[in-house]
């Protein structure tokens, strides 16, 4: 996927705090609010701490957002669109076998660039805001409809298929939660092991 283009990037006048807060976009504030996420978890979603954190007042705040619950939502929005309708749009446009693009997510997530700290933070807000919950749900399901439809496509029929989709669902995400010690080789190896079996037909 690709990424927008900096709005900060310097210009030609001088670069006070005030051109800053102008220049932020939606998506700056969004961005880094998932990666306060990430690295805090929900408690830490407060506006002066967002603020804090992109060295702004809470003017340029509230020019984006009418007030915390307003960006909470966004912020979710936001981190479904990227890291899983995005997702998925880019990978069934950009690979014409089923089983590479089950592999592309799965190698992405776990041994990518995958924000899996945000992730994990995501589960967590779950567990105390019914709204993210409902919205977890809703990721969980595109998620496992992706994988069923590839697994459909290599020649699995629904019910087969979704048990299929459950499973390597389970073992890319929990990749994020285990501490194994395997090197990079040795899981990479062990993901794709798993998918072949999965992919095996008797």
Not at 19 to 27: I, T, Y
Not at 127 to 152: I, M, W, Y
Request: charged share 30%; proline share 2%; aromatic share 10%.
């Amino acid at each position: 996927m690709t990424q927008a283009t900096d709005p900060r990037a310097p210009g030609s006048g001088t670069n006070t705090g005030r051109m800053k807060e102008d220049r932020l976009s939606k998506q700056d504030w969004l961005d880094a609010g998932l990666k306060l996420l990430g690295k805090t978890g929900p408690g830490g979603l407060r506006i002066d701490h967002v603020c804090k954190a992109m060295k702004v007042t809470k003017g340029s705040f509230y020019w984006h957002f009418r007030d915390r619950r307003d960006f909470l939502g966004s912020l979710f929005d936001h981190w479904r669109r990227r890291e899983t309708t995005g997702l998925i749009r880019h990978v069934e446009t950009t690979y014409d076998r089923a089983e590479q693009r089950i592999w592309h997510v799965v190698e992405f997530v776990t041994l990518g660039t995958y924000d899996v700290g945000t992730e994990v933070a995501m589960r967590q807000w779950g567990q105390s805001d019914p709204d993210v919950r409902a919205g977890l749900k809703q990721v969980d399901a595109e998620r496992l409809g992706f994988f069923t439809r590839q697994f459909e496509s290599c020649g699995f029929d629904t019910e087969p298929a979704r048990l299929r989709a459950i499973s390597v669902y389970s073992f890319t995400l929990s990749c994020g939660y285990m501490l194994t010690g395997e090197t990079r080789d040795a899981l990479r190896l062990r993901l794709r092991q798993s998918l072949d079996l999965l992919l095996a037909r008797d």
